[in-house]
């Protein structure tokens, strides 16, 4: 929640929308919006199909949908708090580190790809030493141009 206005209001949904929904207006907004299709400046079409696509993304997970109504449910609470209590105008948000950067886990393909990719390089470090020391030839530890 970067500014007052809401995913919902970015997108042009009411809070109870289907993904299906949500779809469909993020494919509206996507071809309006679209750098390559409108007829706004470059930069400003380019933020704004930024923001439609953060809000889409954001709002069709519904982990993170969760997070932002109850974030957006606190947030019109603590309005209303504030509004009945004055003296208390310091409010500590410990809930705002769910929305920012947080993405979703890695998933089961991710994992084992990484652990591929540790273990190849792995069995190349191991095969170029055993390589190199059938050949006879040393692992030079001081550079070349240090030995006179």
Not at 65 to 78: A, F, G, M, P, V
Request: charged share 25%.
């Amino acid at each position: 929640m970067k500014a007052d206005i809401s995913y919902y209001k970015i997108l042009g949904v009411n809070e109870n929308a289907s993904n299906n929904e949500l779809r469909k207006a993020f494919c509206r907004l996507s071809i309006e919006l679209h750098p390559d299709t409108t007829s706004l400046d470059l930069e400003e079409a380019k933020n704004k199909f930024q923001k439609v696509l953060e809000a889409y993304e954001n709002l069709n997970n519904s982990r993170l949908r969760k997070i932002y109504d109850d974030k957006l449910k606190e947030k019109s609470k603590n309005a209303n708090e504030k509004k009945t209590n004055v003296f208390n105008s310091f409010l500590i948000d410990s809930s705002n580190q769910n929305l920012v950067g947080n993405r979703r886990p890695f998933s089961n393909g991710e994992i084992f790809s990484l652990f591929l990719l540790i273990l190849i390089i792995f069995i190349c470090l191991v095969c170029s030493i055993l390589i190199a020391s059938l050949t006879g030839k040393e692992l030079d530890t001081i550079p070349i141009w240090l030995v006179k």
